[in-house]
Structure formats: C-alpha cells, structure tokens
C-alpha cells in the first residue's frame, strides 16, 4: 500500500507560505519512484565577492595538488577541505585600465561576474553587462519561486562618483541583469526573511506582519494548523527532519526580531530610519544572511545567489576583530608589516563567516542522503589580487562544494600566471554542471577544466 501523500511545497496561513524541505513521506503520488529519483537532487551556485583584494602570501597554500592543509587566512575552511579548491592564476582582463586610467575597485567588483569593461561614467550612461548569476537564472531559475537571490550587507547605490570617474553602481553591485542594469540587492534580514516566508496576497501579507509585530507572534504561529495536519501524515523520520527544519526557521526569526527591537533606539540621522532587521554587529548580519541563504537553498526556492561581503573600496573598520582602522586605507599598505597584519586579520574574519555557511551546507541532508555541501558550486573571491598592487591577475578565488558529484574538492590548483586565464573560463565550467551551457561568456577563452 502507498501511504505517501501528494507532494506539497508549504505551510500555508495568513499571509504566509513556509516552504517545505523534501520530505521522505511526502512524494509525488503521480509519478513512480523511478521517475522521482531520475529528477535528481538539484545544484545550487552563488557567489560571494570581498573588497580591496587579500593578503595573498596568506592566502595561497604552499603546496599545489592534493590539499592537506589549509592555513593563514584560509585556515578556517580546513574542516572542509575535501570540499574546497583554490585556483592560482586567474585574472579579470576587463578590471584593467585598459586605457580607462583610475578606477580598479569599481571595474573590479563591475567586472568579477561579467567579463565586461565598465564604461567610465558617473552619469546614468553605466553600462556593464550580464552577470553570471542572471545567465544561469535564466535557465535554471524558471524551477524555483525565485530565479535568483541579491542579497548583500552593504547598501548598493545607482548614483554618484565613487571611484575615479566611476559611477557607485560599479561598487556597490554585484549582479546585473543587464548591460545597464544592476540588480539591486537586499541587506535587511527582515525583509529577505518575510519575502522567503511570506504569501503571495499583499493584503494578507501586511496583516500577517502587523500581527506578528504587535502580538510577538511568529510565522510558525500563521501555519500551526497546516503544520499538525501535515506531521500526522508523516513518518517518523520526516516528523524529526521537519521539526528540526522549523526549529531552525524559528531560531532565524527570533535573532532577527532580537536585532528589530534593539534598532528601536533613535536612528543615527533624523527621519531616516534604521532597515528593521539589521543587526549592530557585522558578524551577526553576515550570519543571519548566511542562514537565510541555507534555508532558501534547502527549500529550493532558488538555486542561484550573490552575496559581496561589502563593496568594494569599502572602508568599514573591523573593531569587533581588533581593527579600528578602514579597510581600504590598509589595503594601501606598502609592504607595511602592521598594516598587512590587519589585513590579514580582516580576511580571516571573512573567511570565518563563509566557513560558518560552509558548514551549516554540511549540516543539511538531501533527499539522496547527500549534503548541500555536495550539491553546491561557490565561487568566493575578489576581482583584486594584492590590495596595494590593485592588480587583477593571480586572483584569491575559491570553488567550494561537489556541485552534485561533478567537481572533485581538496586540491590547489595552479595555472600558468602567463597565462592570463579568464576567471570567465572558470564559469563556463559552472554553467555546463547548472545545465545553462554557453559558448562565450564576457571574455572566455574555454571551458576551465576543473
């Protein structure tokens, strides 16, 4: 006898769908197993960017081959190693001058996921092209609630000069659905949380949050009765993965209600409020997105997401870590012994928080028996190799996860810097394992054989 139920993607109330994890019990009662297990487990790529480039003798492993160890700044990541890849030798040509004069960090983070010189304008005449993301949104999307995720911790900008003649919107974007078109991205944990867990009946959905805002209730609240009509059907084992799924949805709900409540003091510029879900602490906000960004992929909701950990020339200081100084003004380091110390430090912290999300993929199990750590591609890096060089070959880039069994992990691998391979090529390999091939993306010379 048959005892699965039809499939279902959510938990249903009052403006709110709390999207579903595969369940065991829950299958397609249309289709034979057979059919069910052809379908596969899908792949998910994002890619996350860090400004100002690293400090690359702390970055780059010693040896070459076979990982079996990582230290210096990507030290945190070594419990992950078998998973992990560092590429040496990978350069963005459009980044470059390339008779365009000054301007390294707005071509670099314009270029990272295009391939494409930025036209040197402040005006409303920029003009990029499509990124990586967007070309795989448009294939693999059209199966998930959202093509794709923008979601970022600094605040993007359209307007205005920010590097040399460059418009802000080179800076502070990361993805661009097209030539002069950034996607702009969400930094506010609250809002990217109601979008993931939120109905589709506007209406609904005010009322939804303005009850759980004045009578302290959680989405959960919005589902309970779907919830327990949903467990009775279960079997065991899906009862246990579903409530651990919706104890984690939980516990990202109530950090990002903690960081709400501790925004309610008077914002920093009169009449000019604080986003409602941002944390004070950067660490927080880093995780929270990093969380969200694991429940979005579990529950397939999109297979495809940028994150830059902040814009590039970004000058924030990292106090939490014990540096007061900016960013940038240290990445201007001169070969200066303190000034790279801090460097170093900056990019460790940064690290740290990828391995954190590194390790909650690990954590989560497929319906395969897989994790999402083998089921993922994710490309983390920067368009900057050496901060004070502004250089834009030899480029601290890492492809993370065993995207679905077709990228082997645990290895450095070194191309010949004379070379000059296109980071682009490295995107090829991607799009051909997301099922999104192409012949030509940005400045691709070939498929990188990865």
């Known amino acids: 006898m048959n005892t699965r139920i039809t499939r279902r993607t959510a938990l249903k109330g009052l403006g709110t769908a709390v999207a579903l994890p595969w369940l065991e019990s829950v299958g397609f009662a249309a289709a034979p197993p057979a059919a069910t297990a052809a379908a596969g487990v899908p792949k998910r790529a994002a890619f996350f960017y860090v400004p100002n480039g690293v400090s ?9 081959g076979t990982l079996t160890k990582l230290t210096g700044i990507l030290q945190p990541l070594d419990p992950y190693k078998d998973r992990v890849n560092v590429i040496s030798g990978l350069a ?14 707005a071509r670099a983070m314009a270029a990272f996921l295009t391939g494409r010189q930025a036209r040197k304008t ?26 794709s995720l923008e979601l970022g911790i600094e605040k993007g900008m359209n307007a205005g000069n920010c590097d040399s003649g460059y418009s802000c919107a080179y800076s502070a974007n990361l993805s661009w659905r097209g030539d002069s078109t950034p996607n702009a991205k ?20 005010k009322e939804a949050r303005a009850k759980r805002e004045l009578f302290n209730k959680s989405v959960l609240d919005f589902v309970a009765e779907d919830a327990k009509s949903l467990n009775n059907s279960l079997g065991r084992g899906d009862k246990l993965k579903l409530d651990e799924y919706l104890t984690a949805v939980r516990e990202v709900e109530v950090r990002i209600e903690k960081a709400r409540q501790a925004r309610v003091a008077p914002a920093p510029k009169p009449g000019v409020p604080a986003p409602a879900g941002v944390p004070a602490e950067l660490q927080d906000h880093l995780r929270l997105m990093f969380d969200l960004l694991v429940l979005a992929f579990r529950t397939d909701q999109t297979r495809v997401a940028t994150l830059p950990l902040a814009n590039d020339g970004s000058n924030r200081p990292y106090k939490m870590v014990g540096v007061p100084d900016g960013h940038h003004d240290l990445s201007h380091h001169g070969r200066n012994a303190d000034k790279l110390g801090k460097i170093k430090t900056i990019n460790t912290f940064h690290v740290e928080q990828f391995a954190y999300f590194v390790g909650k993929l690990r954590d989560v199990k497929e319906a395969d028996g897989s994790s999402l750590l083998d089921n993922v591609m994710l490309v983390y890096g920067s368009g900057i190799g050496d901060g004070d060089r502004h250089n834009h070959d030899d480029l601290p880039i890492l492809l993370v996860g065993g995207g679905g069994g077709t990228v082997q992990g645990g290895r450095h691998l070194v191309l010949p810097k004379k070379a000059d391979t296109p980071l682009m090529n490295l995107y090829l390999a991607l799009f051909e394992r997301m099922g999104a091939p192409t012949a030509r993306f940005g400045d691709s010379t070939g498929v990188l054989p990865i």
């Open 122 to 147: 402040h005006g409303a005449d920029i003009r990029a092209g499509l990124s990586a993301d967007q070309h795989l949104a448009a294939t693999v999307g059209e199966s998930t609630r959202f093509p």
């Open 186 to 205: 969400e930094t506010d944990p609250k809002a990217v949380f109601d979008r993931l867990f939120g109905g589709t009946d506007p209406k609904e959905l």
């Open 92 to 105: 963005l040509d459009k980044a470059r001058p390339n008779g365009d004069g000054p301007g390294d960090h």
């Open 56 to 64: 690359m003798a702390d970055w780059t492993p010693a040896e070459t």
